[in-house]
């Protein structure tokens, strides 16, 4: 059995870090190293639960038939999987009843679109709504997006069993594996409304939106906006 690597205490690390920025105080890098140190527990507490979320014990099996209408005529679930082992579904809000699809969807899906051959690399992709695929399919084009694939989960079985009993308009996130001819759930994003944190909105860990690391690293942080389909009449 592998011995675990002893870890350096990340205090030890951040005092080691040889990094000076031009007129930068003391206290500032006192203040600095510190948030260093906190830095590299965050990295180390990431892997941490990675290897929890990899060693879960095998998900339910799925039995049914999920079928979806994609560009280029109905495809299975087990379809989606094309030559790969594992499938990842994200669960868009872009319902009949919306006129337009959720921005913050948008925001998220926007993101993977170029980054679509190098997930694919390593599993398979699959943008699920619940609209007809002509409007799905529409409104990537609006976007300029080229590589993200969609599909309508036309009877609404997949996401009443894997988004929402109720099949409101939300979005979800869904991992399956394939081995030995079953398909299985493997894990979903579960971080919703009642384990929100008191002062902020739903959220993931980590989040699925680069938008939000980014905003995370500046003075201002994520704030109260939130992204928009355009600004000021522009994408």
């Given at each position: 059995?592998?011995?675990?690597?002893?870890?350096?205490?990340?205090?030890?690390?951040?005092?080691?870090?040889?990094?000076?920025?031009?007129?930068?105080?003391?206290?500032?890098?006192?203040?600095?190293?510190?948030?260093?140190?906190?830095?590299?527990?965050?990295r180390r507490h990431?892997?941490?639960?990675?290897?929890?979320?990899?060693?879960?014990?095998?998900?339910?099996?799925?039995?049914?038939?999920?079928?979806?209408?994609?560009?280029?005529?109905?495809?299975?679930?087990?379809?989606?999987?094309?030559?790969?082992?594992?499938?990842?579904?994200?669960?868009?809000?872009?319902?009949?009843?919306?006129?337009?699809?959720?921005?913050?969807?948008?925001?998220?899906?926007?993101?993977?679109?170029?980054?679509v051959p190098d997930?694919?690399?390593?599993?398979?992709?699959?943008?699920?709504?619940?609209?007809?695929?002509?409007?799905?399919?529409?409104?990537?084009?609006?976007?300029?997006?080229?590589?993200?694939?969609?599909?309508?989960?036309?009877?609404?079985?997949?996401?009443?069993?894997?988004?929402?009993?109720?099949?409101?308009?939300?979005?979800?996130?869904?991992?399956?594996?394939?081995?030995?001819?079953?398909?299985?759930?493997?894990?979903?994003?579960?971080?919703?409304?009642?384990?929100?944190?008191?002062?902020?909105?739903?959220?993931?860990?980590?989040?699925?939106?680069?938008?939000?690391?980014?905003?995370?690293?500046?003075?201002?942080?994520?704030?109260?906006?939130?992204?928009?389909?355009?600004?000021?009449?522009?994408?």
């Amino acid at each position: 059995m592998n011995t675990p690597a002893k870890l350096v205490p990340s205090p030890e690390l951040a005092r080691q870090n040889p990094v000076h920025f031009p007129n930068e105080s003391a206290a500032y890098r006192e203040a600095r190293n510190a948030l260093l140190a906190e830095e590299i527990e965050l990295r180390r507490h990431i892997e941490r639960v990675a290897e929890q979320r990899r060693a879960l014990p095998p998900g339910g099996e799925v039995t049914k038939r999920y079928t979806f209408q994609g560009e280029h005529g109905p495809v299975t679930l087990d379809e989606l999987f094309a030559d790969k082992d594992t499938l990842v579904v994200y669960s868009y809000m872009f319902g009949p009843q919306r006129e337009r699809p959720c921005p913050m969807c948008t925001s998220i899906m926007g993101s993977w679109d170029h980054k679509v051959p190098d997930i694919e690399q390593r599993v398979a992709l699959a943008m699920v709504a619940r609209s007809p695929v002509d409007r799905l399919v529409a409104a990537k084009q609006a976007r300029g997006w080229t590589k993200l694939k969609v599909y309508a989960d036309v009877d609404g079985d997949f996401t009443r069993d894997y988004v929402s009993a109720e099949d409101a308009d939300v979005p979800g996130y869904t991992v399956f594996t394939r081995r030995d001819g079953k398909i299985r759930h493997f894990w979903s994003s579960e971080m919703y409304a009642l384990t929100t944190d008191p002062g902020q909105d739903p959220r993931g860990a980590p989040d699925l939106d680069p938008l939000w690391t980014l905003l995370d690293t500046t003075p201002g942080g994520r704030g109260d906006w939130y992204p928009e389909l355009e600004y000021g009449g522009k994408d």
